[in-house]
Nanobody, 122 residues
Framework: QLQLVESGGGSVQAGDSLRLSCTAS????????MAWFRQVPGKDREFVAL????????LYADSVKGRFTISRDNALNTVYLQMNDLKPEDTAVYYC???????????????WGQGTQVTVAS
């Protein structure tokens, strides 16, 4: 069974950068879509960015467009989220997810990582 493991979270100051990684153990089918979501306590998990596994096709939430970049390394079975110019409102637990549809809703994703905390101080 495919498992996703995130890493790279931490505590930074506003304006700093972080890169999150999500490594899949097992085969990721070529038709898969990989995404990042984030969640703040007491709020719904929200879509951040997605990429097709085998095509250069990406989508971003408006709140992160121009600051975050999703990328992948198929040889390493890894998806990245480069986060620049971080803001306090980016503070959340970030989750990596795998699905089969080019979609931004949670139910479209069937495999999730355990999450990694990102904290941005003002």
């Amino acid at each position: 069974q495919l498992q996703l493991v995130e890493s790279g979270g931490g505590s930074v100051q506003a304006g700093d950068s972080l890169r999150l990684s999500c490594t899949a153990s097992g085969r990721v089918y070529s038709s898969s879509v990989m995404a990042w979501f984030r969640q703040v306590p007491g709020k719904d998990r929200e879509f951040v960015a997605l990429t097709r596994w085998m095509r250069d096709s990406t989508l971003y939430a408006d709140s992160v467009k121009g600051r975050f970049t999703i990328s992948r390394d198929n040889a390493l079975n890894t998806v990245y989220l480069q986060m620049n110019d971080l803001k306090p409102e980016d503070t959340a637990v970030y989750y990596c997810a795998k699905g089969s549809h080019y979609a931004t809703d949670q139910p479209s994703y069937t495999t999730w990582g355990q999450g990694t905390q990102v904290t941005v101080a003002s």
